[in-house]
């Protein structure tokens, strides 16, 4: 499967810690996504990237995470100072365009699970 | 703001039956619209999607999906659930061009 890759899986981390996360997307896709899914919800958008270009940030994004994707390849998303609400599920998404009809194929990866303890 | 609700929690049925999921949306506009499964332990994948044209729409495993414009609502069905069924069920909307916003989605159930 050469879908869009995400690690690590898990990630257990203490209190005030920072973690950082990976995706690497489908080779030819311009733009890649992050969401976050907590328990019992769906996903929700966190930011996005054309290229090397960050374009959005969502109101989550709080000034503790930063996203980055050098050279317009992998991505990756770092929280500092972890803290227990930031336990969720950080889901990442490659597209070749945007979600519209333009676009012939959306990929996310399985997800790196975060739990702060 | 965009709000996708998702009127069932958790759904419980046995092989065979019908299943109907219900998607409600509050956006004027044109939006895009999809739905997702999740199988346990797997990514998101796209059951289906609705640009424009034809509001009833098949996707993959016999899914298909009605979209009334006047409703706000684009409701998945599928006439014979099997237990390979059994995931997580999302409906997205889209409206611009980069942000796609989930309901909170569906349990499927499916007992043998």
């Known amino acids: 499967d050469t879908g869009v890759s995400q690690n690590p899986r898990h990630k257990i981390t203490k209190r005030g810690q920072n973690v950082t996360f990976r995706c690497d997307p489908i080779s030819e896709h311009n733009r890649l996504y992050w969401y976050r899914q907590t328990l019992g919800q769906g996903p929700e958008f966190l930011t996005y990237f054309q290229n090397e270009a960050q374009l959005e940030k969502s109101r989550l994004l709080s000034d503790r995470f930063s996203a980055e994707r050098p050279k317009g390849s992998f991505s990756t998303l770092e929280i500092q100072r972890t803290e227990q609400g930031d336990s969720a599920m950080y889901l990442c998404?490659?597209?070749?365009?945007?979600?519209?009809?333009?676009?012939?194929?959306?990929?996310f990866g399985q997800g790196t699970r975060l739990t702060v303890v | 703001a965009q709000s996708v609700s998702q009127h069932n929690h958790h759904v419980i049925l046995s092989e065979a039956a019908s299943l109907e999921l219900g998607c409600n949306y509050s956006?004027?506009?044109?939006?895009?619209l999809f739905w997702y499964v999740q199988y346990p332990g797997q990514h998101l994948q796209l059951l289906l999607k609705y640009f424009s044209g034809d509001p009833l729409v098949k996707g993959i495993k016999g899914f298909e999906a009605e979209f009334i414009k006047s409703k706000f609502s684009f409701n998945l069905r599928k006439p014979s659930v099997q237990w390979s069924d059994t995931a997580e069920y999302f409906c997205?909307?889209?409206?611009?061009?980069?942000?796609?916003?989930f309901g909170a989605g569906t349990t499927v159930t499916v007992r043998a």
């Open positions: 997205a909307v889209n409206r611009d061009d980069y942000k796609l916003s």
């Open positions: 998404a490659s597209t070749k365009t945007g979600w519209g009809p333009m676009n012939t194929e959306a990929f």
């Open positions: 956006y004027g506009g044109t939006v895009n």
